[in-house]
């Protein structure tokens, strides 16, 4: 059953993915054409999602707005994880850098995530690359921790002692040995920065600091619809159920990816808590 679930929504996120990049081959409609004599029109055979206050198909926007959104999660997610990556494993390793990297990380947790986004990107400017940059800033902290917590209990092993008896250098010990042994949490930390960062950009251009208009992204579409969410309803229903199952789909493919990363997160079998029940009652 699980395994059918799974492939129910790795199927949704993969329909999701190729409706955002391949959406304008399936309609004739340019995104950011401005029609006045068709605005605010409702889902049609002509305009699958309707139109939105300036006359542009809402579907043609949305799937744009999907694509710029997924490319905003995988950048911060890339970028994130790298930089968190090399301050995790240095932390570990050199006692001198952890007592001051891992300060700022704490003062950098000292703040919500959304409103110190709004506050970098207040001080940037809003575009796509300041967005990016933001949101890189605000959960690197996140995945510094945990790759240090990981890379510290690699550290304290046995074959580590042995490799510095051997004389190997602390370059080849954290770039050769502990690196590879911090990848599954490194893979489920940047999975999940992957799908909040994606809610987080939403919050953002839904505030107005996020992805500026004309480009759309799934938050100001929803900022642009509320103003007509009783008369023209579609302008914030598609793009809403567009970012539940989109962030839906992430999630559990991400907890996938964890119990496969992390085979001792995984819930035991029925069987197995039963018979473990039975010998405590018989104890």
Same mark, same amino acid.
């Given at each position: 059953m699980k395994d059918h679930k799974l492939l129910l929504w790795c199927g949704v996120l993969a329909a999701i993915v190729l409706l955002s990049f391949c959406g304008s081959l399936f309609s004739p409609w340019d995104a950011y054409s401005i029609d006045p004599l068709s605005r605010l029109k409702a889902p049609s055979t002509v305009h699958w999602f309707g139109t939105d206050n300036f006359g542009r198909d809402l579907f043609v926007r949305v799937a744009l707005a999907v694509r710029v959104s997924l490319s905003v999660g995988a950048a911060v997610a890339l970028i994130a994880g790298a930089v968190g990556m *090399?301050?995790?494993?240095?932390? @570990?390793?050199?006692? +001198?850098?952890?007592?001051?990297?891992?300060r700022v990380c704490d003062g950098l947790f000292a703040f919500p995530s959304l409103l110190l986004a709004i506050a970098i990107v207040g001080v940037l400017g809003p575009n796509v690359a300041n967005v990016v940059l933001a949101l890189s800033l605000v959960?690197?902290?996140?995945?510094?921790?945990?790759?240090?917590?990981?890379?510290?209990? /690699?550290?304290?092993? %046995?074959?580590?002692e042995a490799l510095r008896a051997q004389g190997a250098t602390s370059g080849r010990i954290v770039w050769l040995h502990l690196l590879p042994n911090v990848i599954s949490p490194l893979i489920v930390q940047v999975t999940w920065v992957?799908?909040?960062a994606i809610?987080? !950009?939403?919050? &953002? +251009?839904?505030?107005?600091?996020? /992805?500026? @208009?004309?480009?759309? +992204?799934?938050?100001?579409?929803?900022? !642009?619809?509320?103003?007509?969410?009783?008369?023209?309803?579609?302008?914030?229903?598609?793009?809403?159920?567009?970012? *539940?199952?989109?962030?839906?789909? &992430? %999630?559990? /493919?991400?907890?996938?990816?964890?119990? +496969? @990363?992390?085979?001792?997160?995984?819930? &035991?079998p029925r069987r197995v808590l039963r018979l473990l029940k039975k010998g405590e009652q018989h104890g």
């Open positions: *090399v301050i995790g494993l240095l932390c @570990a390793w050199y006692r +001198s850098l952890d007592r001051i990297l891992m959960y690197v902290p996140s995945i510094a921790r945990v790759i240090r917590g990981a890379a510290m209990v /690699v550290k304290e092993k %046995n074959f580590i992957f799908s909040v809610l987080t !950009e939403a919050a &953002l +251009s839904f505030l107005g600091s996020g /992805v500026p @208009a004309p480009t759309p +992204s799934l938050g100001n579409l929803l900022l !642009e619809g509320k103003a007509v969410i009783f008369t023209a309803w579609w302008m914030t229903f598609f793009p809403g159920i567009a970012i *539940v199952l989109l962030i839906l789909a &992430l %999630n559990i /493919v991400g907890d996938d990816l964890r119990d +496969s @990363a992390e085979p001792g997160l995984r819930p &035991l």
